[in-house]
């Protein structure tokens, strides 16, 4: 499939999907969004990916948020609502695929494009990354689970100071309080997303897939029905032939080859 704001790359068995409208600094438009869902469905049903990396095109960018050219096309409440739970819909999909995804942030992660970096599974980002959810200054709110996800992972008081302040922090603060799982140096950052990619797409799909899962599923409820579902779920990866396969190479000393099943 081609795509006109994307461009998707192969590297073994790792794909990267680069968000690439750098004369708005990789903003969401509603095609891109498109894209992104009609890529995820691609990437999900091809058994030879293992591992995504999202990024943006160039080094001042990830996303820089939804377009705000298009904003004035939404001309009621109920549109307005419709195209939150539009983005909401496909970054719930991104999260919920069953490979690891990973966000390497390579420039501004602003509105949608923090909201993008956090439903992935893990974020890495340049030393030069600015992050925040300016949408205040806008006179909106965050609509693409801004303001449920960040509070879910840097806290509600930290939640609170950024959506309502609208303020940007640097990658070291972005560290420093969760929002972001390793910084490093904007010149490494490529490479590092494609180690850690190429690393995870070796392990078994369907644990990978389960872990998934049970973190983001047991994450909904209380730590008593999150365990329920972690037992259920290590039932179900314990009957595949994989887990045969892993305990038997490991007696073996030999490496092992999964099958997904
Ligand atoms: N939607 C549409 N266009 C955007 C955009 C967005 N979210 N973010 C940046 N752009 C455009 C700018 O309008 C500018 O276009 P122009 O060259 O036609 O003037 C171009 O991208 C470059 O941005 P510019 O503002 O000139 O770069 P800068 O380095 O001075 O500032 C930012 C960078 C990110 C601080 C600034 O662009 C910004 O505040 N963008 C909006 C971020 C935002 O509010 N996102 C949430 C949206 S809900």
């Given at each position: ?7 998707v ?5 790792v ?6 409208r ?20 691609e ?14 095109a ?5 996303v820089a ?12 409440a109920?549109?307005a ?36 970096a ?19 200054n806008l ?38 309080i969760g ?18 990619a190429a ?11 389960l872990?998934?899962?049970a973190?983001?599923?047991?994450l ?18 314990f ?5 045969a ?12 080859a999964?099958?997904?099943r």
């Amino acid at each position: 499939m081609t795509y006109e704001n994307l461009i998707v790359e192969r590297d073994g068995r790792v794909a990267r999907v680069v968000f690439c409208r750098p004369h708005v600094l990789n903003a969401l438009s509603r095609a891109t969004i498109a894209e992104l869902d009609a890529v995820i469905d691609e990437l999900a049903s091809d058994d030879s990916v293992g591992a995504l990396i999202l990024t943006g095109a160039g080094d001042k960018a990830f996303v820089a948020g939804a377009d705000i050219g298009e904003f004035n096309l939404l001309c009621s409440a109920s549109d307005a609502a419709a195209f939150a739970r539009r983005g909401q819909a496909v970054l719930a999909k991104l999260e919920a695929l069953s490979k690891p995804v990973i966000a390497a942030i390579n420039g501004f992660a602003l509105g949608g494009g923090c909201e993008l970096a956090m439903a992935c599974d893990i974020r890495l980002a340049a030393d030069t990354a600015r992050f925040g959810q300016p949408e205040v200054n806008l006179g909106i709110i965050p609509g693409y689970g801004g303001t449920q996800r960040l509070a879910r992972l840097v806290g509600e008081g930290r939640a609170k100071w950024l959506c309502m302040s609208g303020e940007m922090i640097d990658a070291p603060e972005a560290l420093r309080i969760g929002l972001v799982d390793r910084v490093v140096p904007a010149a490494e950052l490529d490479q590092a997303a494609r180690v850690l990619a190429a690393k995870l797409s070796t392990k078994a799909p369907l644990a990978l897939a389960l872990v998934k899962r049970a973190i983001h599923e047991g994450l909904e409820g209380s730590l008593a029905s999150g365990l329920a579902h972690e037992a259920a779920l290590f039932g179900e990866v314990f009957d595949s032939e994989d887990r045969a396969e892993g305990v038997n190479a490991f007696l073996d000393k030999r490496k092992a080859a999964w099958r997904g099943r």
